[in-house]
């Protein structure tokens, strides 16, 4: 059984278009975040949800908007895509309220703006 | 600013050579570290964290890490690197009641066979 899951795990699409990506965990976790790797390999936080709640958002454009329905899915829709959104997105989740609970990680979806 | 510093951007080894990837952190008060590693094509996995007690920590394929204080490093090793071995590297700290990790730039190893 996959912990956390993220669908589609690629998605190629052309720029200005709106897209969706969902993040499911089955871990029972409370705390789910988003996490954008570049082409560099370089992970930066996007945002993180607590109980359905936002605690996190970083300097991200407001192109990107963060949805959670339940504290098991965190989905992120962006509109308007840009060339510079190609990326992979990783969702995560951890357990408790204190920093030291490690974070599962998802597959990744690698975004592709044509 | 917060941020952890990975220097080595690419290590290539022979099978059974032995591993020394650096980390460095800036944080003030208390910290949390972890190293993930990513092989090709997959996510995120955790090799080992440190909170506190014991600094050197042992984790997952018989990576070790050694927390140094002093230093602010969090250096992780191996005594003998297989071909499988083969991946990315990440540091990742937080602290306080930040959840969030801020991330090295990561280290690609490479493993000769």
């Known amino acids: 059984d996959t912990a956390v899951s993220q669908t589609p795990k690629y998605l190629v699409t052309q720029m200005g278009n709106d897209k969706s990506i969902k993040c499911e965990q089955n871990?029972?976790?409370?705390?789910m975040y988003w996490y954008k790797q570049d082409s560099k390999k370089f992970l930066k936080i996007m945002f993180s949800?607590?109980?359905?709640?936002?605690?996190i958002n970083e300097t991200v454009p407001n192109r990107f908007s963060p949805k959670s329905p339940d504290k098991a899915h965190l989905n992120l829709h962006i509109n308007s895509l840009e060339l510079g959104d190609s990326a992979v997105y990783f969702c995560?989740?951890?357990?408790?309220?204190?920093?030291?609970?490690?974070?599962?990680f998802g597959d990744g979806t690698r975004l592709s703006i044509l | 600013a917060q941020s952890v510093s990975q220097h080595n951007h690419h290590v290539i080894l022979s099978e059974a050579a032995s591993l020394e990837l650096g980390c460095n952190y800036s944080?003030?008060?208390?910290?949390?570290l972890f190293w993930y590693v990513q092989y090709p094509g997959q996510h995120l996995q955790l090799l080992l964290k440190?909170?506190?007690?014991?600094?050197l920590v042992k984790g997952i394929k018989g990576f070790e890490a050694e927390f140094i204080k002093s230093k602010f490093s969090f250096n992780l090793r191996k005594p003998s690197v297989q071909w499988s071995d083969t991946a990315e590297y990440f540091c990742?700290?937080?602290?306080?009641?930040?959840?969030?990790?801020?991330f090295g730039s990561g280290t690609q190893l490479t493993v000769l066979p």
């Open positions: 995560a989740s951890s357990q408790g309220t204190g920093p030291n609970q490690p974070q599962h």
């Open positions: 871990l029972g976790h409370d705390t």
């Open positions: 949800y607590n109980n359905k709640e936002l605690i």
């Open positions: 944080y003030g008060g208390t910290v949390n």
């Open positions: 440190y909170f506190s007690g014991d600094p």
């Open positions: 990742a700290a937080n602290s306080g009641s930040a959840r969030q990790l801020t």
